[in-house]
């Protein structure tokens, strides 16, 4: 098993020398100390090594959730204008020390301006100090001035392979015949189709009608049977919802449907003779 090894300090311009930033060794080992004060965390690299217990507490990265908007931009910046370790910088810009020790031998980010983080609100020059004095602590973001709502991203729509669009017309087909519940937005959002072609399936204008086969979206491959299922639920209980709200109206019973029918055919003799004197 091989192990790589990364200065805390990093490159010549920060103490160490260039070829320390990136060593292997062949054995493990916690820590190891280097001339002039400099400690080397060791850290292993195979199989079984996702854990972080061999990694001593106060050296884990990407602790923190809150980022800068411009990561590489203000690591760039921190590398040129201050003299951070490269993990209390990979910690705050949530980027590898190795990321970082690459800008700083300007291998990473080419051509990319340094963005101060003091000018933007992100730190302030008295937590940098502090920082620098004390090269365990880690640098935090600043409290936004400003609450910025969250953005609801749009969901894409539905993408359906060339090689299926063809079948559409027969998933609708097969929906508006043995669920009638569902609305025009539950089967474009099922299949992936459009208003205009499922209102033509329903009044039958579509003009490939005659030759449109109920067919199973399932079987075709639209959609998957736990979607459907779930769309004939969600339907099912909107209308009931529905039917509890206008007072759970539904199907008569036959006998008074018929009982009615048979009053409505069985006039009165007194309004027979009625009518029979007004035509004379």
């Not at 590898?96 to 800008?103: A, N, S, W």
């Not at 963005?115 to 992100?122: E, K, V, W």
């Not at 609801?152 to 993408?159: E, I, L, N, T, V």
């Not at 009931?240 to 109206?249: C, I, Y």
Request: aromatic share 4%; net charge positive.
């Amino acid at each position: 098993m091989w192990t790589k090894g990364l200065c805390s300090r990093g490159s010549e311009r920060h103490g160490c020398p260039r070829s320390l930033g990136l060593l292997l060794f062949a054995l493990p080992r916690p820590t190891q100390a280097l001339k002039g004060g400099h400690s080397l965390n060791v850290y292993a690299v195979g199989p079984g090594t996702g854990d972080d217990s061999s990694r001593p507490a106060q050296e884990k990265i990407m602790a923190n959730n809150d980022k800068p908007l411009m990561p590489k931009a203000t690591a760039v910046w921190l590398v040129e204008n201050t003299s951070l370790t490269f993990e209390q910088i990979a910690d705050f810009c949530g980027l590898h020390p190795l990321e970082v020790k690459g800008i700083a031998d300007e291998d990473v980010a080419k051509g990319i301006k340094g963005l101060d983080p003091i000018i933007s609100g992100q730190l302030s020059r008295e937590q940098i100090e502090e920082a620098e004095k004390n090269p365990r602590q880690r640098l935090k973001m600043a409290a936004p001035k400003h609450k910025i709502p969250p953005v609801k991203q749009k969901r894409a729509p539905r993408y359906t392979p060339v090689s299926k669009r063809q079948d559409k017309p027969d998933a609708v087909y097969w929906i508006l015949r043995n669920h009638p519940e569902f609305s025009d937005a539950d089967i474009v959002k099922l299949v992936g189709t459009t208003k205009s072609t499922i209102q033509k399936i329903r009044d039958r204008s579509h003009w490939n009608i005659a030759n449109l086969k109920a067919v199973d979206p399932v079987t075709l491959g639209l959609c998957t049977q736990l979607e459907l299922d779930l769309a004939v639920e969600r339907a099912s209980e909107r209308r009931d919802r529905l039917a509890r709200r206008t007072g759970g109206a539904g199907l008569r019973p036959i006998a008074e449907t018929t009982a009615e029918l048979d009053g409505h055919d069985e006039t009165p003799k007194g309004a027979n003779e009625a009518e029979g004197a007004e035509d004379k």
